[in-house]
């Protein structure tokens, strides 16, 4: 008898998931009775003390690992100076030198510089460097100083991956998913996914950098950036002085700054070890829990499980997350006499009686294991997806191992590699999105374009979108490098149409109308009608309503989709469901396919047709004479000039009727005329 995890439908929505994304797009996963495998084959008889947690990497060691190890090659030690060790070969510092001098290109340097760092990058490559490997990998890739080649690219990141470097390792599987050789991303990904799981917190979710979109729509997203700057939130020297003067909240949240590198900060544990021992003598519980996860890991002082164990404990009279870490003492035997299966479930399931995911997700791997449990995949997919449904991203790695392997779930690579992938985009590598976004509000936009091109390169959606954005907004000011110095408007074009279409790829709907455009009026590549239409049938499919016009119009015209009034029809009207604004467009149009059908070879069906020729050549009229500075200013003057005389005109004519009136009412009565009387 099959044995599911729900008997109907189940919808997943994973929120609270991309570091970089989603605020990019929400992830749904739908779960249908074909999706779940037979579970109850899976469970095991074992008694509920058979189990055992030495065998499970969830529930493994806590060590913390420096970013360095778990990102090798990565760009902070240029970006933040004092966050890395120094170079320990000469390649390498070579390698970091050519990094620096790319950086230094992308502000204000210029193409010479570029090709100076193009020149070191390649040696070090040559001489085997995974991590110069990588970073040519990503020249070719975006054809800085070199040809643009994705046979290249690949080849150089295949090989750097192959030496450890996880950005090439994030490049390679983005590749291969988007080839469908999901075979090969599903590995790589579960890789990287493992690897960020293990950075995250025991008792909770580690907060991250919210993915920040520059833009909304065809703007800036000015709202999001004013955030990001602060303006919305409380500044940091405001929160600081507050801390200073003993607010325990303030303390916590500078602790927390200092802890993740948060709000432009560079990490630093000892500060964060200060500022939660201010908040704690304060009774600030969230520092006590920060301070047991401290303790517990190592980080920022001497790994001592039993003062973990304390801290868990005090915080867990007012935080019900802090059971988690309580648990995962008792499953480990850290900090307490031996390990007690019995004790760290009570302790998970009091967490998850009050909804928190971290209990639920433990629960999971309880059963999915049968550590001090019997064995149940059934229950432990329940578990893990509420935990999912909470956001929590060590459910979503769970969901993605199930269908990697088959257990509990239908194996099923291509959701698997989707799962993992979302949580291997909050490893380490993220952090680029920080200096990235730091470095558009600062105005250097040249930088922040190469970190989100790199990003780019890596998988990450929103990197793709705003890439693409800076390109089409700041054109040659985005400092954009191309094979010979700057980049031509054609190597702009091919840039910002390749980060559009990775973007609509991955569910943006308003890369996927640009695409469209791209094609349908032939902007930086051949005019093609049937992409044209595969791209805003995209855009529909995200509910988009100038996605559903543009189909209907192509409908009604028979460009890229048969023609079919019907269909047409059918398209403009969805339109304006899904938006009220579009309904003057909506209604010109249903006015057209009106006039089509019942005067089909009339001359107004063929004025109709002529408007999206007109129409250009009038805006280019518009915009280079009569929007030129010089005749924009004397037609406004001309414009004021006919306002006054038009009124002064109106006044007299307005005067002189008034004049005539007058002595026709004061004219006297003639002596045969008579006031005729009133009716009785």
Same mark, same amino acid.
């Given at each position: 008898?099959?044995?599911?995890?729900?008997?109907?439908?189940?919808?997943?929505?994973?929120?609270?998931?991309?570091?970089?994304?989603?605020?990019?797009?929400?992830?749904?996963?739908?779960?249908?009775?074909?999706?779940?495998?037979?579970?109850?084959?899976?469970?095991?008889?074992?008694?509920?003390?058979?189990?055992?947690?030495?065998?499970? &990497?969830?529930?493994?060691?806590?060590?913390?690992?420096?970013?360095?190890?778990?990102?090798?090659?990565?760009? %902070?030690?240029?970006?933040?100076?004092?966050?890395?060790?120094?170079?320990?070969?000469?390649?390498?510092?070579?390698?970091?030198?050519?990094?620096?001098?790319?950086?230094?290109?992308?502000?204000?340097?210029?193409?010479?510089?570029?090709?100076?760092?193009?020149?070191?990058?390649?040696?070090?490559?040559?001489?085997?460097?995974? /991590?110069?490997?990588?970073?040519?990998?990503?020249?070719?890739?975006?054809?800085?100083?070199?040809?643009?080649?994705?046979?290249?690219?690949?080849?150089?990141?295949?090989?750097?991956?192959?030496?450890?470097?996880?950005?090439?390792?994030?490049?390679?599987?983005?590749?291969?998913?988007?080839?469908?050789? /999901?075979?090969?991303?599903?590995?790589?990904?579960?890789?990287?996914?493992?690897?960020?799981?293990?950075?995250?917190?025991?008792?909770?979710?580690?907060?991250?950098?919210?993915?920040?979109?520059?833009?909304?729509?065809?703007?800036?997203?000015?709202?999001?950036?004013?955030?990001?700057?602060?303006?919305?939130?409380?500044?940091?020297?405001?929160?600081?002085?507050?801390?200073?003067?003993?607010?325990?909240?303030?303390?916590?949240?500078?602790?927390?700054?200092?802890?993740?590198?948060?709000?432009?900060?560079?990490?630093?544990?000892?500060?964060?070890?200060?500022?939660?021992?201010?908040?704690?003598?304060?009774?600030?519980?969230?520092?006590?829990?920060? #301070?047991?996860?401290?303790?517990?890991?190592?980080?920022?002082?001497?790994?001592?499980?039993?003062?973990?164990?304390?801290?868990?404990?005090?915080?867990?009279?007012? #935080?019900?997350?802090?059971?988690?870490?309580?648990?995962?003492?008792?499953?480990?035997?850290?900090?307490?006499?031996?390990?007690?299966?019995?004790?760290?479930?009570?302790?998970?399931?009091?967490?998850?009686?009050?909804?928190?995911?971290?209990?639920?997700?433990?629960?999971?791997?309880?059963? #999915?294991?049968?550590?001090?449990?019997?064995?149940?995949?059934?229950?432990?997919?329940?578990?893990?997806?509420?935990?999912?449904?909470?956001?929590?991203?060590?459910?979503?790695?769970?969901?993605?191992?199930?269908?990697?392997?088959?257990?509990?779930?239908?194996?099923?690579? %291509?959701?698997?590699?989707?799962?993992?992938?979302?949580?291997?985009?909050?490893?380490?590598?993220?952090?680029?999105?920080?200096?990235?976004?730091?470095?558009?509000?600062?105005?250097?936009?040249?930088?922040?374009?190469?970190?989100?091109?790199?990003?780019?390169?890596?998988?990450?959606?929103?990197?793709?979108?705003?890439?693409?954005?800076?390109?089409?907004?700041?054109?040659? %000011?985005?400092?954009?490098?191309?094979?010979?110095?700057?980049?031509?408007?054609?190597?702009?074009?091919?840039?910002? /149409?390749?980060?559009?279409?990775?973007?609509?790829?991955?569910?943006?709907?308003?890369?996927?109308? #640009?695409?469209?455009?791209?094609?349908?009026?032939?902007?930086?590549?051949?005019?093609?009608?049937?992409?044209?239409?595969?791209?805003?049938? /995209?855009?529909?499919?995200?509910?988009?309503?100038?996605?559903?016009?543009?189909?209907?119009?192509?409908?009604?015209?028979?460009?890229?989709?048969?023609?079919?009034?019907?269909?047409?029809?059918?398209?403009?009207?969805?339109?304006?469901?899904?938006?009220?604004?579009?309904?003057?467009?909506?209604?010109?149009?249903?006015?057209?396919?009106?006039?089509?059908?019942?005067?089909?070879?009339?001359?107004?069906?063929?004025?109709? &047709?002529?408007?999206?020729?007109?129409?250009?050549?009038?805006?280019?009229?518009?915009?280079?004479?009569?929007?030129?500075?010089?005749?924009?200013?004397?037609?406004?003057?001309?414009?004021?000039?006919?306002?006054?005389?038009?009124?002064?005109?109106?006044?007299?004519?307005?005067?002189?009727?008034?004049?005539?009136?007058?002595?026709?009412?004061?004219?006297?009565?003639?002596?045969?005329?008579?006031?005729?009387?009133?009716?009785?």
């Amino acid at each position: 008898m099959r044995s599911f995890c729900y008997p109907l439908l189940v919808v997943i929505a994973l929120l609270l998931l991309l570091p970089l994304s989603t605020l990019a797009r929400p992830f749904v996963l739908v779960l249908t009775p074909e999706d779940l495998s037979d579970a109850g084959a899976q469970s095991s008889d074992s008694a509920a003390d058979g189990g055992d947690a030495s065998d499970w &990497d969830e529930f493994g060691d806590s060590d913390t690992k420096p970013d360095d190890e778990l990102d090798p090659g990565s760009w %902070r030690p240029i970006l933040d100076p004092d966050s890395g060790p120094e170079p320990a070969t000469e390649d390498e510092a070579v390698y970091y030198s050519g990094v620096a001098k790319v950086i230094a290109a992308a502000s204000s340097g210029g193409p010479r510089v570029m090709e100076e760092a193009a020149s070191e990058i390649e040696a070090a490559a040559t001489a085997g460097n995974p /991590h110069a490997q990588s970073a040519l990998g990503f020249l070719y890739e975006m054809g800085m100083t070199k040809e643009r080649g994705k046979a290249k690219a690949f080849m150089y990141h295949y090989f750097a991956a192959d030496g450890g470097n996880t950005q090439s390792k994030m490049a390679l599987a983005y590749t291969y998913s988007r080839q469908d050789m /999901h075979d090969k991303a599903v590995v790589l990904y579960a890789e990287l996914a493992e690897i960020a799981v293990n950075s995250f917190l025991i008792s909770k979710d580690s907060p991250v950098m919210e993915p920040v979109r520059l833009h909304n729509g065809a703007e800036e997203n000015k709202d999001a950036l004013r955030k990001s700057r602060g303006e919305e939130d409380e500044d940091f020297q405001i929160l600081e002085y507050q801390a200073q003067k003993g607010n325990a909240a303030a303390m916590y949240k500078i602790g927390i700054f200092y802890y993740f590198g948060l709000r432009g900060l560079r990490r630093d544990r000892a500060k964060a070890l200060s500022w939660f021992l201010k908040a704690v003598e304060k009774g600030e519980p969230k520092s006590m829990e920060l #301070l047991g996860e401290m303790y517990a890991r190592g980080a920022g002082v001497e790994r001592n499980y039993t003062k973990a164990l304390e801290w868990l404990t005090l915080a867990s009279q007012r #935080l019900f997350s802090a059971y988690n870490g309580m648990g995962y003492l008792y499953v480990k035997g850290y900090g307490v006499e031996k390990k007690n299966y019995t004790k760290a479930k009570e302790y998970f399931e009091k967490a998850a009686d009050h909804d928190e995911a971290g209990g639920h997700y433990n629960l999971g791997v309880m059963y #999915l294991k049968g550590v001090g449990v019997k064995r149940d995949v059934k229950r432990a997919c329940n578990y893990f997806i509420m935990a999912a449904k909470e956001g929590q991203p060590k459910a979503f790695y769970q969901l993605a191992k199930m269908f990697h392997t088959g257990v509990g779930l239908k194996k099923d690579l %291509r959701m698997a590699t989707a799962l993992y992938k979302l949580v291997a985009e909050r490893g380490p590598w993220s952090s680029l999105s920080r200096w990235a976004l730091e470095s558009y509000l600062k105005g250097d936009v040249g930088k922040a374009f190469l970190l989100y091109s790199r990003m780019a390169e890596l998988g990450y959606e929103v990197a793709q979108s705003n890439a693409a954005w800076i390109l089409d907004k700041y054109g040659e %000011r985005s400092m954009c490098i191309g094979e010979s110095g700057f980049c031509t408007d054609a190597e702009r074009l091919q840039c910002v /149409h390749s980060l559009w279409w990775q973007a609509s790829e991955q569910g943006n709907e308003h890369a996927a109308l #640009l695409i469209g455009d791209a094609y349908y009026y032939g902007r930086g590549t051949e005019r093609d009608f049937d992409r044209a239409a595969k791209a805003y049938m /995209h855009a529909k499919s995200q509910s988009n309503a100038q996605g559903m016009f543009n189909l209907g119009y192509m409908h009604e015209h028979g460009q890229g989709l048969p023609f079919d009034l019907h269909l047409a029809k059918r398209y403009y009207d969805e339109a304006l469901q899904h938006d009220s604004s579009a309904k003057l467009a909506v209604t010109l149009a249903l006015m057209s396919l009106w006039v089509r059908k019942n005067y089909a070879s009339s001359f107004l069906v063929d004025m109709i &047709d002529s408007l999206p020729e007109v129409y250009p050549k009038v805006e280019a009229w518009v915009q280079n004479v009569i929007m030129e500075e010089g005749n924009a200013t004397i037609l406004t003057l001309f414009s004021c000039l006919l306002t006054v005389l038009y009124l002064r005109e109106r006044q007299r004519r307005h005067a002189a009727a008034a004049a005539a009136a007058a002595p026709e009412a004061a004219q006297p009565l003639l002596p045969n005329e008579h006031i005729p009387a009133g009716p009785h």
